[in-house]
């Protein structure tokens, strides 16, 4: 089996870092990836990593440390667009399955 | 323009009533999957498939029939809709292997109400 756990709701300032932590049980894995929903929305890719470590792209910046089965994504100088859910995904085993999180609704106020 | 379609976007129907989702990529995706979206409970994967005549359950599957006769179409059937179908359905495709195979991309999604 497997169970992945973050934050249900986050709330923060324009301008402000936001971290959102995702841990993970898992038999088997092959990486982690993140991925953003705007309400009533699809889903949509963010950041995946399969080594530890830190990933950065623009103002978004994923970590994964294996050992901890841990990973967090960081959202930095937040914008208003920023309010969204945001899901951890963990791949499972080499048949390429993904399992997702509940999702951690992040909200930015002004 | 590379994409998931679903349709319908939106159905309303009655318990019993036989109904399909239809799902097509245009991206040559071998991998294509059915997620379901509650509240509270993220995305849950009802079927998946690896290629064309390969299909396999994912954690949800009861109630529920997919085909993949196509490398592009995977429609969901629910055979005899209940209301705990009640939901909202994406459809989403990726890359069998390689770097691809990690980045999902989602239809527009299919909400769905079974009286």
């Known amino acids: 089996g497997q169970s992945l756990e973050q934050p249900s709701e986050v709330t923060a300032v324009e301008g402000a870092i936001v971290q959102i932590n995702c841990t993970y049980q898992?038999?088997?894995?092959?990486?982690l990836s993140w991925y953003q929903q705007h309400d009533g929305g699809a889903p949509t890719f963010l950041s995946y990593?399969?080594?530890?470590g830190l990933e950065e792209t623009g103002r978004f910046s994923s970590f994964l440390s294996r050992s901890d089965s841990y990973g967090y994504l960081l959202l930095q100088e937040l914008q208003m667009k920023d309010s969204a859910s945001y899901f951890c995904?963990?791949?499972?085993?080499?048949?390429?399955?993904?399992?997702f999180g509940a999702g951690t609704t992040v909200t930015v106020r002004a | 323009e590379a994409q998931v379609t679903q349709n319908p976007r939106y159905l309303i129907t009655v318990t019993g009533k036989k109904l399909t989702v239809t799902c097509s990529q245009n991206?040559?995706?071998?991998?294509m999957s059915w997620y379901r979206q509650d509240p509270g409970l993220g995305l849950r994967q009802i079927y998946y498939?690896?290629?064309?005549?390969?299909?396999d359950k994912g954690d949800v599957p009861e109630g529920y029939k997919v085909s993949r006769k196509e490398k592009r179409n995977f429609p969901l059937i629910l055979e005899s809709p209940s209301p705990n179908q009640t939901s909202l359905y994406f459809c989403?495709?990726?890359f069998g292997g390689g770097s691809g195979a990690n980045v999902l991309t989602f239809g527009a999604g299919s909400r769905l109400t079974v009286l």
């Open positions: 989403a495709s990726r």
């Open positions: 898992t038999s088997g894995f092959y990486g």
């Open positions: 990593n399969a080594l530890d």
């Open positions: 995904a963990v791949r499972r085993s080499n048949d390429y399955k993904l399992s």
């Open positions: 991206m040559n995706h071998e991998y």
């Open positions: 498939s690896m290629n064309v005549e390969v299909t």
